[in-house]
Protein backbone atom coordinates (compact mmCIF):
# COMPACT_ATOMS: atom_id res chain seq x y z
CA UNK A 1 0.00 0.00 0.00
CA UNK A 2 1.13 3.39 -0.73
CA UNK A 3 0.96 5.76 2.00
CA UNK A 4 1.18 9.53 2.40
CA UNK A 5 2.02 11.39 5.14
CA UNK A 6 0.89 14.80 5.46
CA UNK A 7 2.59 17.44 8.05
CA UNK A 8 1.55 19.31 9.80
CA UNK A 9 -1.06 17.89 11.34
CA UNK A 10 -3.03 20.93 12.89
CA UNK A 11 -1.64 24.08 12.03
CA UNK A 12 -3.07 27.78 13.33
CA UNK A 13 -2.35 31.07 11.69
CA UNK A 14 -3.44 34.46 12.13
CA UNK A 15 -5.35 36.04 9.09
CA UNK A 16 -2.78 37.16 6.48
CA UNK A 17 -0.14 35.12 7.22
CA UNK A 18 1.33 32.29 5.23
CA UNK A 19 1.17 28.69 5.52
CA UNK A 20 2.79 25.61 3.70
CA UNK A 21 1.07 22.13 3.98
CA UNK A 22 3.44 19.11 2.87
CA UNK A 23 2.20 15.90 2.16
CA UNK A 24 5.31 12.93 1.77
CA UNK A 25 5.64 9.74 0.31
CA UNK A 26 8.23 7.13 -0.38
CA UNK A 27 6.22 5.65 -3.82
CA UNK A 28 5.27 7.64 -6.95
CA UNK A 29 2.48 8.68 -7.82
CA UNK A 30 0.87 9.18 -11.40
CA UNK A 31 -1.17 12.21 -9.78
CA UNK A 32 -1.50 13.70 -6.50
CA UNK A 33 -4.70 15.80 -5.82
CA UNK A 34 -5.62 17.91 -2.87
CA UNK A 35 -9.27 18.31 -1.35
CA UNK A 36 -11.22 20.08 1.22
CA UNK A 37 -12.70 18.89 3.66
CA UNK A 38 -15.55 20.75 5.55
CA UNK A 39 -16.87 19.03 8.77
CA UNK A 40 -19.99 16.61 7.79
CA UNK A 41 -19.51 17.09 3.91
CA UNK A 42 -17.43 15.22 1.26
CA UNK A 43 -14.17 16.38 -0.08
CA UNK A 44 -13.87 18.76 -2.73
CA UNK A 45 -11.33 19.24 -5.29
CA UNK A 46 -8.74 21.67 -5.27
CA UNK A 47 -5.97 20.67 -7.98
CA UNK A 48 -5.03 17.75 -9.88
CA UNK A 49 -0.78 17.54 -10.56
CA UNK A 50 0.53 15.00 -13.44
CA UNK A 51 3.51 16.40 -13.94
CA UNK A 52 7.02 15.95 -11.93
CA UNK A 53 7.77 19.74 -11.23
CA UNK A 54 4.56 21.07 -12.00
CA UNK A 55 3.33 24.16 -10.29
CA UNK A 56 -0.64 24.81 -10.43
CA UNK A 57 -2.12 28.41 -9.21
CA UNK A 58 -5.65 28.66 -7.50
CA UNK A 59 -6.27 32.64 -6.68
CA UNK A 60 -3.96 32.97 -3.34
CA UNK A 61 -3.15 28.76 -3.28
CA UNK A 62 0.08 27.31 -4.78
CA UNK A 63 0.42 24.03 -5.68
CA UNK A 64 3.60 22.55 -6.35
CA UNK A 65 4.11 18.40 -7.52
CA UNK A 66 7.48 17.13 -6.84
CA UNK A 67 10.13 16.58 -9.49
CA UNK A 68 10.07 12.29 -8.51
CA UNK A 69 6.19 12.46 -8.07
CA UNK A 70 6.59 11.28 -4.75
CA UNK A 71 5.50 14.56 -2.59
CA UNK A 72 3.60 17.70 -2.86
CA UNK A 73 2.84 20.90 -1.12
CA UNK A 74 0.25 23.24 -0.56
CA UNK A 75 1.70 27.34 -0.15
CA UNK A 76 -1.51 29.75 0.72
CA UNK A 77 -0.67 33.23 0.70
CA UNK A 78 -2.36 35.90 3.01
CA UNK A 79 -4.21 33.16 4.61
CA UNK A 80 -8.59 34.52 5.46
CA UNK A 81 -10.58 32.52 7.92
CA UNK A 82 -12.71 31.48 4.78
CA UNK A 83 -9.57 29.31 4.43
CA UNK A 84 -9.93 27.70 7.30
CA UNK A 85 -10.78 23.68 6.89
CA UNK A 86 -9.08 20.67 6.44
CA UNK A 87 -6.66 19.47 3.35
CA UNK A 88 -6.30 16.32 2.15
CA UNK A 89 -4.07 15.26 -0.26
CA UNK A 90 -4.44 11.87 -2.68
CA UNK A 91 -2.69 10.14 -4.88
CA UNK A 92 -3.79 8.18 -7.84
CA UNK A 93 -1.83 5.21 -9.25
CA UNK A 94 -4.02 2.97 -11.20
CA UNK A 95 -6.70 3.41 -13.89
CA UNK A 96 -9.96 3.33 -12.10
CA UNK A 97 -9.68 6.61 -9.57
CA UNK A 98 -8.48 4.71 -6.56
CA UNK A 99 -6.78 7.44 -4.68
CA UNK A 100 -4.87 6.93 -1.39
CA UNK A 101 -5.52 9.56 0.86
CA UNK A 102 -3.43 11.18 3.26
CA UNK A 103 -4.62 11.99 7.43
CA UNK A 104 -4.97 15.46 6.46
CA UNK A 105 -4.17 19.09 7.63
CA UNK A 106 -6.41 21.08 9.79
CA UNK A 107 -6.01 24.80 9.23
CA UNK A 108 -7.78 27.48 10.84
CA UNK A 109 -7.25 31.12 10.53
CA UNK A 110 -8.12 33.49 13.09
CA UNK A 111 -9.22 37.15 12.27
CA UNK B 1 -23.83 22.77 -10.26
CA UNK B 2 -24.70 19.17 -10.48
CA UNK B 3 -23.73 16.75 -8.05
CA UNK B 4 -23.57 14.05 -6.02
CA UNK B 5 -26.16 12.63 -3.43
CA UNK B 6 -26.67 10.40 -0.80
CA UNK B 7 -29.08 9.33 0.96
CA UNK B 8 -29.38 8.73 4.18
CA UNK B 9 -27.26 10.86 5.81
CA UNK B 10 -27.35 9.54 9.02
CA UNK B 11 -28.40 5.61 9.73
CA UNK B 12 -28.49 4.04 12.90
CA UNK B 13 -28.49 -0.19 12.79
CA UNK B 14 -28.01 -2.92 14.77
CA UNK B 15 -24.94 -5.35 14.18
CA UNK B 16 -25.64 -8.51 11.94
CA UNK B 17 -28.35 -6.09 10.11
CA UNK B 18 -28.15 -5.48 6.46
CA UNK B 19 -27.79 -1.92 5.61
CA UNK B 20 -28.02 -0.29 1.77
CA UNK B 21 -26.84 3.09 1.13
CA UNK B 22 -27.84 4.22 -1.85
CA UNK B 23 -25.65 7.13 -4.24
CA UNK B 24 -27.19 9.42 -7.52
CA UNK B 25 -24.19 9.94 -9.62
CA UNK B 26 -24.04 13.19 -11.78
CA UNK B 27 -26.07 12.16 -14.04
CA UNK B 28 -23.38 12.09 -17.24
CA UNK B 29 -20.86 10.36 -15.48
CA UNK B 30 -19.83 6.57 -16.19
CA UNK B 31 -17.64 5.92 -13.45
CA UNK B 32 -18.66 5.51 -9.84
CA UNK B 33 -16.67 4.98 -7.04
CA UNK B 34 -17.55 4.24 -2.67
CA UNK B 35 -14.99 5.27 0.15
CA UNK B 36 -15.30 5.43 3.59
CA UNK B 37 -13.86 7.06 6.78
CA UNK B 38 -13.99 6.06 10.06
CA UNK B 39 -14.27 8.64 12.65
CA UNK B 40 -10.71 9.98 12.91
CA UNK B 41 -8.89 8.34 10.36
CA UNK B 42 -8.27 8.90 6.41
CA UNK B 43 -10.18 8.00 3.60
CA UNK B 44 -10.01 4.55 1.98
CA UNK B 45 -11.23 3.74 -1.14
CA UNK B 46 -13.54 0.54 -1.26
CA UNK B 47 -14.74 -0.20 -5.42
CA UNK B 48 -14.95 1.38 -8.15
CA UNK B 49 -17.87 0.42 -10.67
CA UNK B 50 -18.21 0.93 -14.30
CA UNK B 51 -19.82 -0.88 -16.92
CA UNK B 52 -22.26 -2.66 -14.74
CA UNK B 53 -19.26 -4.80 -12.94
CA UNK B 54 -16.80 -3.38 -10.33
CA UNK B 55 -13.28 -2.41 -11.85
CA UNK B 56 -11.14 -2.43 -8.96
CA UNK B 57 -11.79 -3.51 -4.74
CA UNK B 58 -9.73 -2.98 -1.99
CA UNK B 59 -9.05 -5.18 0.55
CA UNK B 60 -11.53 -3.94 2.99
CA UNK B 61 -14.50 -4.48 0.49
CA UNK B 62 -14.69 -8.35 1.68
CA UNK B 63 -17.67 -10.72 0.97
CA UNK B 64 -19.99 -8.65 3.36
CA UNK B 65 -20.35 -5.62 1.04
CA UNK B 66 -21.54 -5.57 -2.88
CA UNK B 67 -22.51 -2.75 -4.95
CA UNK B 68 -25.22 -2.49 -7.92
CA UNK B 69 -26.79 -0.01 -10.31
CA UNK B 70 -29.99 -1.08 -10.26
CA UNK B 71 -31.65 1.44 -12.46
CA UNK B 72 -29.35 3.31 -14.53
CA UNK B 73 -29.46 6.27 -11.83
CA UNK B 74 -29.09 5.08 -8.31
CA UNK B 75 -25.89 3.11 -7.63
CA UNK B 76 -25.92 1.61 -4.44
CA UNK B 77 -23.43 0.00 -1.20
CA UNK B 78 -25.05 -3.37 0.70
CA UNK B 79 -23.44 -4.36 3.64
CA UNK B 80 -25.11 -7.86 4.31
CA UNK B 81 -24.46 -8.11 8.16
CA UNK B 82 -22.98 -5.27 9.36
CA UNK B 83 -20.08 -4.76 12.03
CA UNK B 84 -19.58 -2.10 15.03
CA UNK B 85 -16.30 -1.70 12.87
CA UNK B 86 -18.28 -1.00 9.86
CA UNK B 87 -19.61 2.27 11.58
CA UNK B 88 -17.86 5.47 9.18
CA UNK B 89 -18.71 8.08 7.15
CA UNK B 90 -19.72 6.46 3.29
CA UNK B 91 -18.74 8.50 0.59
CA UNK B 92 -20.26 7.65 -2.76
CA UNK B 93 -18.30 9.53 -5.89
CA UNK B 94 -18.33 9.51 -9.61
CA UNK B 95 -16.44 10.74 -12.67
CA UNK B 96 -16.42 11.35 -16.38
CA UNK B 97 -13.95 9.53 -17.12
CA UNK B 98 -11.61 6.61 -15.34
CA UNK B 99 -8.16 7.27 -13.66
CA UNK B 100 -7.14 10.58 -11.66
CA UNK B 101 -5.56 12.61 -13.98
CA UNK B 102 -5.94 15.93 -14.96
CA UNK B 103 -9.01 16.85 -16.73
CA UNK B 104 -10.96 14.20 -14.53
CA UNK B 105 -12.64 15.20 -11.76
CA UNK B 106 -13.68 12.71 -9.04
CA UNK B 107 -17.11 14.06 -7.40
CA UNK B 108 -17.79 13.20 -3.93
CA UNK B 109 -20.93 13.24 -2.30
CA UNK B 110 -21.72 14.52 1.54
CA UNK B 111 -21.63 11.27 2.94
CA UNK B 112 -24.06 8.72 4.55
CA UNK B 113 -23.00 8.14 7.96
CA UNK B 114 -23.35 4.38 9.09
CA UNK B 115 -23.50 3.77 12.69
CA UNK B 116 -23.54 0.13 14.10
CA UNK B 117 -24.59 -0.54 17.39
Known amino acids: TQLLEQSPQFLSIQEGENLTVYCNSS?????LQWYRQEPGEGPVLLVTVVTGGEVKKLKRLTFQFGDARKDSSLHITAAQPGDTGLYLCAGGGGSWGKLQFGAGTQVVVTP | EPEVTQTPSHQVTQMGQEVILRCVPISNHLYFYWYRQILGQKVEFLVSFYNNEISEKSEIFDDQFSVERPDGSNFTLKIRSTKLEDSAMYFC???????????????FGEGSWLTVV
Open chain 1, 27 to 31: SVFSS
Open chain 2, 93 to 107: ASSPRPGTGTGNTIY
